[in-house]
């Protein structure tokens, strides 16, 4: 099992950039898929991006490809969501989820579950 923890929301202006965090308890890390998701008021949890056991892989959601950036550092038990030229929309609670054996954008899917960093995009 793991417990996640993120970090690094806020308030920013449109056009600013945000680096959340994720931190991982436990030893097995390197073995858990890693994905952000979002959601905000009155939407369901959408999928962000998800990364690769040893980060050589990722994918995006179409609406923020080419502005976010995930990345993994196993040796810290973090993963990264760096985003850049955020937009009003981009507005949401976001959270990492953790997931073993399958590689998935599914928010089904994760059992693990951090309880979320605000991200507000002012206009």
């Known amino acids: 099992q793991v417990q996640l923890v993120e970090s690094g929301g806020g308030l920013v202006q449109a056009g600013e950039s945000l680096r959340l965090s994720c931190a991982a308890s436990?030893?097995?890390?390197?073995?858990?898929?890693m994905g952000w998701f979002r959601q905000a008021p009155g939407k369901e949890r959408e999928f962000v991006a998800s990364i690769s056991l040893r980060g050589s892989g990722t994918n995006y959601a179409d609406s923020v490809k080419g502005r976010f950036t995930i990345s993994r550092d196993n040796a810290k038990n973090t993963v990264y969501l760096q985003m850049n030229s955020l937009k009003p929309e981009d507005t949401a609670v976001y959270y990492c989820?953790?997931?073993?054996?399958?590689?998935?954008?599914?928010?089904?899917?994760?059992?693990?579950w951090g309880q979320g960093t605000q991200v507000t995009v002012s206009s």
């Open positions: 436990g030893r097995t890390f390197s073995t858990y898929f």
């Open positions: 989820a953790a997931v073993q054996f399958k590689w998935t954008m599914g928010p089904e899917e994760y059992p693990y």
